[in-house]
């Protein structure tokens, strides 16, 4: 369980023209280092936060979506390119939301890294989080 508070917490693309909210506590909050999310967000790992599917509202637009590989479904805004969320078959019933599109991103405590076999050989982090090396399918 994430040391995030249950609440409603909101969040939007960079231009606002995408928000959602989400209800109560996050399942996981989680750094990915593999390669799918290296590239659709242009940084070294994406942080996210697992919630169940239907906590999750879009209150204003709805996001553009991409199928990035079989089973995968990547959110984000058509107008600004903002990455939003991931949805993958791999777990059913269950969005992850980029933990910096929240309003709050501070409040989402990260409790490992995970797919550390596709890590950055240049990435040295000592911040003790639990590494998983390759999530289970």
Not at 35 to 43: I, K, L, P, V, Y
Request: with cysteine; aromatic share 10%; charged share 15%.
């Amino acid at each position: 369980m994430s040391q995030t508070p249950a609440a409603t917490r909101a969040g939007r693309c960079l231009c606002g023209a995408v928000r959602f909210r989400a209800e109560g506590a996050p399942k996981w909050v989680a750094h990915c280092h593999c390669e799918s999310c290296r590239r659709q967000t242009g940084a070294a790992f994406a942080t996210y936060a697992g919630y169940p599917t239907a906590a999750v509202t879009w209150t204003q637009g709805q996001p553009a979506t991409y199928a990035s590989s079989p089973g995968v479904t990547r959110h984000f805004c058509a107008t600004c390119g903002t990455p939003l969320a991931y949805v993958g078959s791999r777990w059913p019933g269950e969005i992850h939301l980029f933990v910096p599109t929240f309003d709050a991103p501070a409040e989402f405590v990260p409790q490992a890294h995970v797919n550390t076999d596709e890590q950055l050989p240049w990435i040295h982090l000592a911040d003790g989080l639990k590494r998983v090396e390759r999530t289970s399918a």
